[in-house]
């Protein structure tokens, strides 16, 4: 098989300055999308080959929607452009003094470094949660997910112990916050529409939702209008809300709270929190709390010519001094005025500083439900606000393509109340399973086929 | 994690008949719908969770489609009927005196026992192109073949020696028939309409199809005429075909021809032949050749209420003495038939034999090109083909949203040639690969994420 050595990044030196960005999230893909035909070459780099809309991801994990509705090839999207690289490869460091971003294949100078990382899940350095948990972050976490969901019915369906059944049918959410209240959300409505045809032999007034908040209310980043509206359909959907609760450990078969209480569940998701995805060989006094301490033209502190921006950027403002939300929009609009301010120093312009725009925040509970925080503190609920979820969710997402097939499966599933793709497609298999037990239980992949 | 002692299959004893089918493929799924309501105890074991509709499988693989446009969730095909009873769990055997089956996690008793197994790629005994080729047989293999259709591209663009990027960009298909054709076809369109705009690094006048036949012509199961202007497609496309060619072997790095000739290539795919998947038990004189011999009635040789459908099963007639094609009419008409047999059976009637009717076969070739050999000797090609093979296949694919899914990705796909699912979303890591390796140059779905 192929070696390291045998490869290489192999990207032509052109006396245009080159601009090397990691990551192909909302600001990496915004930003070169502003600096095209303004006489860069630009170098992406990422470990996957898609551009995922991470919004949408639970509705992969709950069998609402396929991969290829919410993500599209980075390679795709910059078809069109002129000495644009993308290179699927795993950044391994920098070093800003050589100015050269290092990968598992080789090393490359930059004239403009662009940290674009995002994110990744924040555990709190509990290994244990780590090792036994369901992540939310990207596509194959999302299937990973989605195969638990199923297989847990499937053995819920065939289990004697009735104390084992019901930790199959306990779910537990961690993090009040849009992904795991989209989450229960989506769980709730299929345990009511989807699963008792799916499962005629299982009792589903048995299958608990836990949604767990270490905060005292649901949506802590949003206005308390729209958490209370949003507790309201929680609770009409039947999930079991614990707010002011911690979570202490997770063997894979029991949650401790900090409280004492002790919930037994083979499947414990984990949207608590976040943290920044740094990089090795960044000065440290760039770093604060995981994420890079940036001016107001992104410049990361302490380095010359490398930025930062979405999500692993710290921007402090007046107006936002603990930083921007870790949503996409302030990801988007600093990838695109980025590109401006590259621009703009190249032709000897003054650079801008960024202000965010604020538009307001979504989050969607069930079908046909969700909560809107919109400027002027303007808050809407239930249909209406479901609406503009959709419209906003649609229009953002990238590549015509994704838009049609994101809209027929709304318009499919707002009919008919069923989610299509309920397929054991990658099955989950835990670390300390034998590869015989999850055979017996679910497709693995091998060669030979009974259907 | 779940012991199997503490599992069982958990299925009622009623005074109703019980009929036990093995395998939700084309025969047992039409079997069941042929039962409904007709008095029986339905038992259906697969160990997928999902009906795939095998033909359009080799665009999933060349990101035509995504797999829930193919598969529908065998629970959700049939929620609706009473005493159906669905276990996603392996079949290890049958005991035809006790008139058991065996499963890993238990055994249950039939008065009714139905094969349906269908087929699995056939190697002849060669281990080696076993372990090193890709198989085309249900969607995990799909998706792994899109995973290193994709990687080699990727890989292609980074790597040094030129002799090693010309064995990522040779793709071997071993097997003519229509499996083989499809997928020669669809590489050989992307590589003319999609890859160059995604790759523009990479020369694609040294991208190489080969498409290796043993017979004297490719299609062998369908018309002269129809493989005749199946070669000319082909030949247009610039696929390499060779005819009257067997492979000797694949070390993962080169096959080789029994000719003695040689082609460094990292991507072997396997659709050379398959063979039918037999069970544990039966007795050795109902076997012949890989496949259960059936009288009319579809009854296997030498048992008793033991019957086999589809491709697994070998029914000699007159006009089809060395058994029907392997393909999803017979499964689909014998599945059918044996509901009404059955049927008749409790209710004191005559067995009926099976004929089959020949509805006639279709092969694709590219974009809007297709073959057809009709009944009473009459051959289509061209576009009208290609619009019978659209409507034939979206005719039989299972459910309303899949024929939506596919229809408008068809539409999409002939006006922008696109195909819009390039996504590796199940990376493809060979058994002698370290995972370091492939972690470097693709998403392994680590927890992670750099977006």
Redesign the interface.
């Known amino acids: 098989?192929?070696?390291?050595d045998?490869?290489?990044?192999?990207i032509p030196d052109t006396d245009k300055p080159r601009v090397v960005v990691?990551?192909?999230?909302f600001g990496?893909v915004n930003l070169v999308k502003g600096l095209k035909g303004k006489g860069f070459q630009v170098v992406m780099f990422?470990?996957?080959?898609?551009?995922?809309f991470?919004p949408l991801l639970y509705q992969v994990a709950t069998a609402g929607l396929?991969?290829?509705a919410i993500?599209e090839?980075l390679?795709?999207l910059f078809?069109?452009y002129d000495d644009f690289?993308f290179?699927?490869?795993?950044?391994t460091g920098v070093d800003p003094t050589r100015k050269v971003v290092k990968?598992?294949?080789g090393e490359i100078t930059y004239d403009h470094l662009v940290i674009a990382?995002?994110?990744?899940?924040n555990y709190f350095g509990n290994d244990q949660i780590?090792n036994n948990s369901f992540?939310l972050?990207?596509?194959?976490?999302a299937?990973?997910l989605r195969s638990q969901l199923?297989?847990s019915f499937?053995?819920a369906?065939?289990?004697?112990?009735p104390e084992?059944r019901q930790s199959l049918l306990n779910f537990v959410i961690v993090g009040g916050g849009p992904t795991g209240v989209e989450l229960a959300g989506s769980l709730a409505e299929m345990r009511k529409h989807v699963l008792p045809?799916?499962?005629?032999?299982l009792d589903f007034s048995k299958m608990n939702i836990y949604l767990v908040e270490g905060m005292d209310r649901v949506l802590p980043p949003m206005s308390p209008e729209s958490a209370a509206s949003t507790q309201g359909y929680l609770d009409k959907l039947g999930v079991i809300t614990k707010v002011k609760t911690l979570v202490d450990s997770y063997d894979?078969e029991v949650v401790t709270l900090k409280s004492g209480e002790q919930i037994k569940t083979q499947t414990l998701i984990w949207a608590a929190g976040v943290t920044g995805?740094t990089i090795d060989g960044m000065p440290a006094e760039s770093v604060d709390r995981g994420r890079y301490i940036v001016d107001l033209f992104n410049r990361v502190k302490g380095t010359d010519e490398i930025y930062a921006i979405g999500d692993i950027a710290f921007m402090a403002s007046e107006e936002w001094p603990k930083g921007h939300p870790g949503v996409a929009q302030p990801a988007i609009q600093q990838g695109e005025h980025l590109a401006t301010n590259l621009t703009l120093l190249h032709r000897g312009g003054e650079l801008r500083p960024f202000s965010y725009f604020d538009k307001g925040s979504l989050a969607i509970v069930g079908r046909a439900r969700a909560v809107a925080d919109l400027p002027k503190n303007l808050h809407l609920s239930g249909f209406i606000a479901w609406m503009a979820w959709l419209f906003v969710h649609i229009w953002y997402l990238v590549?015509f393509?994704?838009k049609?097939?994101v809209m027929?499966n709304w318009i499919?599933r707002l009919f008919t109340y069923?989610r299509?793709?309920?397929?054991?497609?990658?099955p989950y298999v835990?670390k300390?399973?034998k590869p015989g037990?999850d055979?017996?239980?679910?497709?693995?992949?091998e060669?030979?086929?009974?259907?």
């Open positions: 098989m192929l070696q390291f045998k490869l290489s990044l192999n990691i990551g192909g999230g990496g990422d470990k996957q080959n898609y551009h995922g991470w396929e991969p290829d993500a090839p390679r795709k078809d069109e690289h290179r699927l490869v795993r950044v990968t598992l294949i990382t995002g994110s990744k899940s780590k992540p972050k990207g596509i194959p976490d299937l990973n199923l297989q499937e053995q369906s065939i289990i004697k112990d084992v045809n799916d499962y005629p032999g894979g995805a590549g393509r994704s049609l097939v027929s499919y069923d299509g793709t309920r397929l054991i497609i990658r835990r300390d399973d037990q055979f017996a239980l679910s497709n693995t992949g060669v030979d086929s009974m259907q």
